[in-house]
């Protein structure tokens, strides 16, 4: 898939426009990039079945870009990429884990320091070089160090939401092949974690040596790292490592559950057959003659353990194990009784399709009802709506409400939360808005009183009704800023505040282990795919699987109410 390719590039050339203090570019390539990215057709097919004029039909696409495309197809190269590159040649995608350091400062470090990458970045830095430069300071550089010592702790791992799709291909492909009877991916992937280091699959097959055969030379494979009978690993395109093993059928639960893990929930488990004089590996529970007593089925595992099956998603060593022992485990919620989409943008302010756009493609993914929740305020850079507009979008939606069947569309909007807890937006219009969702969206670096008391004043607002994205934190970007939380979760109880769990890849916020310390309060829930494109709106699945490892139940999450339920 060309897609990555080019969304790296033009996400590279946007940065080093503005380098270049280009006006326009750097938005519209960033913007390009993001929807090229979640794309499902390959932008190589649309170049071969319609050309130019096909890719520059792709919403956010301009001539330009589609040149640039075919230049891709056509020659492996970007010409003007190329050029761009030579001028300040300087390895971007290192440099992406450094929080608060924009292109131009980056061209600032090569030009005076010769920093080149994050190595040199960190060397400059713990020289104290990096200070004595024109507008960084001492504050900038130990930032710096920070953030390096933050992705160093990420490093080579994936966002699920990046790899999901490319996941779940290989498993279909696989599972259809030749000689395969079964194909799973297990472990943190079928757990759910919100990052990924590697793939762990898992067949059955009849042919083994075909399935493997198959493995090592799928197209994206860019390297075969090992090659055997019933094990094989291979390093996609996009730079993470996979591997195959074909274990017999009456061994497939006993891998299953073993490559699922976690690791400290099987060594729990392990502990358990321990105690009752079994052995438990990869290959099935045996007895003390070594008799196998399970393997064939996860289920028949746990069973003869003395254990409720579970869910993947609830398998981290985190209290789950006791539970299921008792017989206790909670019911969480299941993928389709999420029946809504509680925070996404449309052309009224930064997003990329318009209302009825994002509504029908919510519809097709089976959806009951949406909120559209532009930004409204004075959010500048995200086009915020003013008044009219917000008059304007209303009855647009109430005309689309009358047109759509099977679809009701919300009226709502994400407002910025001020640094003392006030928002931008007069009461009146607050009022009439169906759901109101207040989100800090800038001053992250606060005192931590300061920043629970900002919190606090927004969640006793009474026309808030959710806080979007309430840590702040971007995975392999930014920690979260610093509050207290279950001073936090006090308050929403006795406001009835709802807190987000946003679902957009890099956010997954409130992550699992917040997600179960809210419902342990009794703060409830709302998921928010935070979509600025209609591509985006498959992502409600990746905030269901943090829900679920966070030991949400039906009750706790908003959206699996119906539309009237909600209202009230
Ligand atoms: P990752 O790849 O870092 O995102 O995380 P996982 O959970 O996929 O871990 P990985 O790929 O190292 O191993 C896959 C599964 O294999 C893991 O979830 C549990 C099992 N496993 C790996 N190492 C051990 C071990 O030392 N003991 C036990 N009991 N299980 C292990
Ligand atoms: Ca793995
Ligand atoms: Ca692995
Ligand atoms: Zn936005």
């Given at each position: 898939m060309l897609n990555f390719k080019i969304a790296k590039i033009f996400s590279e050339m946007a940065e080093y426009y503005t380098m270049k203090g280009d006006q326009f570019r750097p938005r519209a390539y960033e913007k390009a990039a993001r929807l090229i990215e979640s794309m499902d057709e390959d932008l190589e097919d649309i170049y071969k079945k319609s050309g130019v004029k096909g890719l520059m039909a792709i919403e956010g696409v301009g001539r330009g870009m589609a040149e640039h495309i075919e230049e891709f197809v056509k020659t492996g190269k970007i010409k003007v990429f190329e050029k761009l590159k030579k001028e300040a040649p300087l390895d971007l995608e290192s440099f992406s884990a450094v929080e608060g350091v924009g292109p131009k400062m980056l061209l600032a470090l090569y030009k005076n320091l010769g920093v080149k990458n994050i190595r040199d970045l960190e060397k400059a830095a713990r020289k104290g070089k990096v200070r004595t430069l024109p507008r960084f300071g001492e504050k900038t550089e130990e930032n710096i160090l920070r953030s390096i010592e933050m992705s160093r702790e990420h490093r080579g791992r994936f966002l699920l939401g990046f790899v999901s799709p490319i996941i779940s291909k290989i498993e279909k492909d696989l599972a259809s092949s030749a000689g395969v009877q079964k194909v799973l991916a297990c472990g943190s992937f079928r757990r759910r974690q919100e990052t990924i280091g590697d793939i762990d699959l898992l067949a059955e097959a009849k042919d083994s040596r075909a399935a493997m055969e198959y493995f090592v030379s799928m197209p994206n494979v860019e390297k075969v790292l090992a090659h055997g009978e019933t094990k094989s690993a291979v390093r996609l395109d996009i730079g993470i490592d996979a591997d195959l093993r074909v274990v017999p059928e009456k061994s497939f639960g006993a891998a299953l559950q073993y490559f699922t893990g976690s690791k400290d929930h099987n060594i729990e488990l392990r502990k358990i057959a321990i105690k009752k004089g079994w052995k438990l590996n990869e290959y099935g529970l045996f007895d003390k003659n070594n008799r196998q007593i399970a393997g064939r089925t996860e289920e028949e595992i746990y069973k003869k353990l003395g254990l409720d099956w579970m869910p993947p998603e609830m398998r981290e060593n985190r209290g789950e194990i006791e539970l299921a022992q008792k017989h206790k485990l909670p019911k969480i919620v299941e993928y389709g009784e999420v029946i809504s989409d509680l925070q996404m943008h449309t052309t009224y302010s930064?997003?990329?399709?318009?209302?009825?756009?994002?509504?029908?493609?919510?519809?097709?993914?089976?959806?009951?009802?949406?909120?559209?929740?532009?930004?409204?305020?004075?959010?500048?850079?995200?086009?915020?709506?003013?008044?009219?507009?917000?008059?304007?979008?209303?009855?647009?939606?109430?005309?689309?409400?009358?047109?759509?069947?099977?679809?009701?569309?919300?009226?709502?909007?994400?407002?910025?939360?001020?640094?003392?807890?006030?928002?931008?937006?007069?009461?009146?219009?607050?009022?009439?808005?169906?759901?109101?969702?207040?989100?800090?969206?800038?001053?992250?670096?606060?005192?931590?009183?300061e920043m629970t008391k900002r919190l606090i004043r927004v969640i006793e607002n009474s026309h808030i009704d959710i806080i979007s994205h309430p840590t702040g934190r971007i995975i392999h970007r930014r920690a979260g800023y610093e509050f207290d939380f279950e001073a936090i979760c006090r308050a929403c109880v006795k406001s009835k505040t709802i807190l987000e769990i946003n679902t957009y890849p890099d956010r997954l916020d409130l992550n699992d282990v917040n997600i179960r310390r809210a419902i342990e309060y009794g703060v409830k829930l709302s998921l928010g795919t935070d979509a600025h494109s209609k591509n985006q709106l498959h992502y409600l699945e990746l905030g269901i699987a943090q829900a679920r490892r966070g030991f949400a139940t039906k009750k706790d999450i908003l959206n699996c109410l119906e539309v009237e339920e909600l209202l009230k």
């Amino acid at each position: 898939m060309l897609n990555f390719k080019i969304a790296k590039i033009f996400s590279e050339m946007a940065e080093y426009y503005t380098m270049k203090g280009d006006q326009f570019r750097p938005r519209a390539y960033e913007k390009a990039a993001r929807l090229i990215e979640s794309m499902d057709e390959d932008l190589e097919d649309i170049y071969k079945k319609s050309g130019v004029k096909g890719l520059m039909a792709i919403e956010g696409v301009g001539r330009g870009m589609a040149e640039h495309i075919e230049e891709f197809v056509k020659t492996g190269k970007i010409k003007v990429f190329e050029k761009l590159k030579k001028e300040a040649p300087l390895d971007l995608e290192s440099f992406s884990a450094v929080e608060g350091v924009g292109p131009k400062m980056l061209l600032a470090l090569y030009k005076n320091l010769g920093v080149k990458n994050i190595r040199d970045l960190e060397k400059a830095a713990r020289k104290g070089k990096v200070r004595t430069l024109p507008r960084f300071g001492e504050k900038t550089e130990e930032n710096i160090l920070r953030s390096i010592e933050m992705s160093r702790e990420h490093r080579g791992r994936f966002l699920l939401g990046f790899v999901s799709p490319i996941i779940s291909k290989i498993e279909k492909d696989l599972a259809s092949s030749a000689g395969v009877q079964k194909v799973l991916a297990c472990g943190s992937f079928r757990r759910r974690q919100e990052t990924i280091g590697d793939i762990d699959l898992l067949a059955e097959a009849k042919d083994s040596r075909a399935a493997m055969e198959y493995f090592v030379s799928m197209p994206n494979v860019e390297k075969v790292l090992a090659h055997g009978e019933t094990k094989s690993a291979v390093r996609l395109d996009i730079g993470i490592d996979a591997d195959l093993r074909v274990v017999p059928e009456k061994s497939f639960g006993a891998a299953l559950q073993y490559f699922t893990g976690s690791k400290d929930h099987n060594i729990e488990l392990r502990k358990i057959a321990i105690k009752k004089g079994w052995k438990l590996n990869e290959y099935g529970l045996f007895d003390k003659n070594n008799r196998q007593i399970a393997g064939r089925t996860e289920e028949e595992i746990y069973k003869k353990l003395g254990l409720d099956w579970m869910p993947p998603e609830m398998r981290e060593n985190r209290g789950e194990i006791e539970l299921a022992q008792k017989h206790k485990l909670p019911k969480i919620v299941e993928y389709g009784e999420v029946i809504s989409d509680l925070q996404m943008h449309t052309t009224y302010s930064d997003g990329a399709h318009t209302i009825e756009e994002m509504a029908r493609e919510a519809q097709r993914l089976g959806r009951k009802y949406i909120a559209i929740t532009d930004h409204v305020g004075h959010l500048k850079i995200a086009g915020a709506m003013d008044v009219a507009t917000i008059e304007r979008q209303w009855r647009e939606i109430e005309k689309l409400n009358k047109k759509l069947k099977n679809i009701k569309i919300l009226k709502g909007c994400e407002v910025d939360i001020n640094p003392d807890g006030t928002i931008a937006l007069e009461d009146k219009y607050l009022a009439k808005f169906d759901v109101v969702i207040g989100a800090i969206h800038s001053n992250f670096k606060m005192e931590k009183n300061e920043m629970t008391k900002r919190l606090i004043r927004v969640i006793e607002n009474s026309h808030i009704d959710i806080i979007s994205h309430p840590t702040g934190r971007i995975i392999h970007r930014r920690a979260g800023y610093e509050f207290d939380f279950e001073a936090i979760c006090r308050a929403c109880v006795k406001s009835k505040t709802i807190l987000e769990i946003n679902t957009y890849p890099d956010r997954l916020d409130l992550n699992d282990v917040n997600i179960r310390r809210a419902i342990e309060y009794g703060v409830k829930l709302s998921l928010g795919t935070d979509a600025h494109s209609k591509n985006q709106l498959h992502y409600l699945e990746l905030g269901i699987a943090q829900a679920r490892r966070g030991f949400a139940t039906k009750k706790d999450i908003l959206n699996c109410l119906e539309v009237e339920e909600l209202l009230k």
